[in-house]
């Protein structure tokens, strides 16, 4: 897991896999407050961007999920928002395995996991297996609004 800030990810850029910065360009090229929400397709099927408007939710109403096959690079646009994650991959059974049709499956909370608060303008990348809860609320719920970008995991070669 990865947080960072979207004005400052140039700094970081020579430790990230060249196709997050196809994610990052998307977001400076594009108008994204104006972009659709719904999926909106970079490679086909294997690299896309889901642009969504959510209302927040208090974490107790939350599963962690994991994925298994995708990397999410999740940018909040507006609002503040909480993510429960655990870099451990869980040990109970899920509570729905949905990987075969969604690469998803939901499982409750790691009593190990930790809180991440993001605000707008921040960023939060996920590798396949870890556990996040996003759009949990930091106080009240409230309307927010994100991009996710998936990115199928071997896309990503090892000597980028």
Known sequence: MIVGFLNNWQAHKHFYPKLFDVAFQFIESQDVFKLADGKHQIIGNDFFVIRDTVRTADKIHKNSEIHKDFIDIQVLLSGKESHIYCSQTPSIPSLDD???????????????????????????????????????????????????????????????
């Open 98 to 160: 949905q990987f075969e049709a969604k690469d998803v499956a939901f499982y409750s909370h790691d009593p190990l996991a930790n809180v991440i608060n993001l605000t707008a303008g921040q960023y939060v990348i996920y590798f396949p297996y870890e556990q996040h809860a996003p759009c949990c609320s930091t106080e009240d719920s409230e309307a927010i609004h994100k991009l996710i970008f998936k990115i199928r995991a071997d896309l990503i070669k090892r000597d980028e």
